[in-house]
């Protein structure tokens, strides 16, 4: 795997491969919150991609569900360019969704579960990837394989004694927890261990937002 960083933005080249450790140590670096906006259209995607960063959160990924769902990530891909963010493809199943996302200049890949093949695609196109698990097994192939940024899912079923579970045997893996996560539940999640917590209907919620702002400040 290659150490080169790839840029986030639509113009950049994807030829070189991407280490996703070091890709997500820095896009991670200055707040412990991503946004997923699955399934919102292109205009709302637009509107709470501006939310997030408007309240600290870098991160934000885009699920590939729908012909709309591509729209929406070349939409928000362009408009994140324009202020430094980092935008991705989330429920990457496949090596062609992989080039899909790398054709409109996502910067990273998110899959719910853990395929090699994927992860190998995503670097070979430039973007980091972050692939799911959910069992010490996937985290051990996942370990072995180099990666170092893992997204545990479903987090709100796996419950917060999974995380030290895990550091237990595998305390350089960092996890982003995704499924059933919320301002309410965030800051728990956070003290169990998980590097990242991935929120999505709190940013449209307005009595939210100052509950994902003490997070971000912790």
């Known amino acids: 795997m290659s150490t080169s960083r790839a840029d986030s933005t639509a113009s950049v080249d994807r030829t070189a491969s991407v280490d996703s450790t070091a890709w997500f140590d820095d896009a991670f670096a200055a707040a412990p919150l991503m946004a997923i906006l699955r399934g919102m259209g292109v205009t709302r ?3 709470l991609a501006r939310t997030a960063w ?3 959160i870098d991160v934000v990924e885009i699920p590939l569900q729908s012909a709309e769902d591509h729209e929406a ?3 928000v891909v362009v408009a994140g360019a324009e202020r430094g963010k980092h935008v991705g493809a989330g429920t990457v199943l496949d090596p062609a969704t992989v080039r899909a996302a790398a054709a409109v200049g996502a910067a990273f890949t998110v899959s719910p579960g853990l395929d090699l093949e994927v992860v190998r695609a995503s670097e070979e196109a430039g973007l980091a990837s972050l692939p799911g698990v959910a069992t010490a097994t996937e985290v051990q192939r996942a370990h072995v394989a180099g ?3 893992l997204k545990a899912f479903p987090a709100s079923l796996l419950g917060t004694g999974w995380f030290p579970a895990m550091h237990g045997p595998f305390p350089e893996v960092r996890f982003v927890a995704t499924g059933g ?3 309410r539940n965030a800051a728990d999640v956070l003290d169990a261990g998980a590097a990242v917590v991935a929120v999505g209907g709190a940013l449209a919620d307005p009595a939210e937002l100052d509950r994902l702002s003490e997070v971000i400040s912790r």
Do not use: I
């Open 147 to 149: 990666l170092r940024w």
């Open 54 to 56: 408007d309240l600290g």
């Open 181 to 183: 996560m919320n301002a």
């Open 45 to 47: 995607s637009l509107e």
């Open 73 to 75: 990530l070349a939409a």
